[in-house]
T-cell receptor, first 114, second 113 residues
Framework: EAQVTQNPRYLITVTGKKLTVTCSQN?????MSWYRQDPGLGLRQIYY???????DKGDVPEGYKVSRKEKRNFPLILESPSPNQTSLYFC?????????????FGPGTRLTVT | GEDVEQSLFLSVREGDSSVINCTYT??????LYWYKQEPGAGLQLLTY?????DMKQDQRLTVLLNKKDKHLSLRIADTQTGDSAIYFC?????????????FGQGTTLQVKP
């Protein structure tokens, strides 16, 4: 089944404790992206990657890192989480090319930083 | 900058039609989308419309696009309780078909029996 998976689905952590949220897709998509969803703000892009070893900042990159060493994986790293990073996080992927129009989303990771 | 605006809440009775409205700013967007988010779930692409179309119909769903006014709407006919969810309008930034999606704030649709 074609899908985007994220782990963990739920995470409660403390300020300053490094964490990684994994994202993996099995569709051989070139493009991958991370969004965060906050009430009343919709989804905002954190980082994106056009292909392996190519990453760039989105609208809200502060406090986050990403890497794209393999095509299928795009982990989101919080080196020193803070309470304002409490949010619902979504990973997405999309095939590039003129016939592609849909971004596929993972199930989300709900992060709470105390 | 780019922006997508939606009303936050809509309540309808089961069997009625629902209309969710959205305005956007990037006139070069190739595709505009409606995503559905059910409680505790991820985002599911409900439907999309290519920018050179005015209307798209897909079973109970009708999407209307007014490019002059940069207005997008989603009509759900015969709304059911299973349609209760958050609906996000989104546009893809720029004239390509891959890249950043700009989302509205989401409209919570409440369907009363």
């Amino acid at each position: 089944e074609a899908q985007v998976t994220q782990n963990p689905r739920y995470l409660i952590t403390v300020t300053g404790k490094k964490l990684t949220v994994t994202c993996s897709q099995n569709m051989n998509h070139e493009y991958m992206s991370w969004y965060r969803q906050d009430p009343g703000l919709g989804l905002r892009q954190i980082y994106y990657s056009m292909n392996v070893e190519v990453t760039d900042k989105g609208d809200v990159p502060e406090g986050y890192k990403v890497s794209r060493k393999e095509k299928r994986n795009f982990p989101l790293i919080l080196e020193s989480p803070s309470p304002n990073q409490t949010s619902l996080y979504f990973c997405a992927s999309q095939r590039t090319g003129t016939a592609s129009y849909e971004q596929y989303f993972g199930p989300g990771t709900r992060l709470t930083v105390t | 900058g780019e922006d997508v605006e939606q009303s936050l809440f809509l309540s309808v009775r089961e069997g009625d039609s629902s209309v969710i409205n959205c305005t956007y700013t990037d006139s070069s967007s190739t595709y505009l989308y409606w995503y559905k988010q059910e409680p505790g779930a991820g985002l599911q692409l409900l439907t999309y419309i290519f920018s050179n179309m005015d209307m798209k119909q897909d079973q109970r769903l009708t999407v209307l696009l007014n490019k002059k006014d940069k207005h997008l709407s989603l009509r759900i006919a015969d709304t059911q309780t299973g349609d209760s969810a958050i609906y996000f309008c989104a546009e893809i930034l720029g004239s390509g078909n891959t890249g950043k999606l700009i989302f509205g704030q989401g409209t919570t649709l409440q369907v009363k029996p």
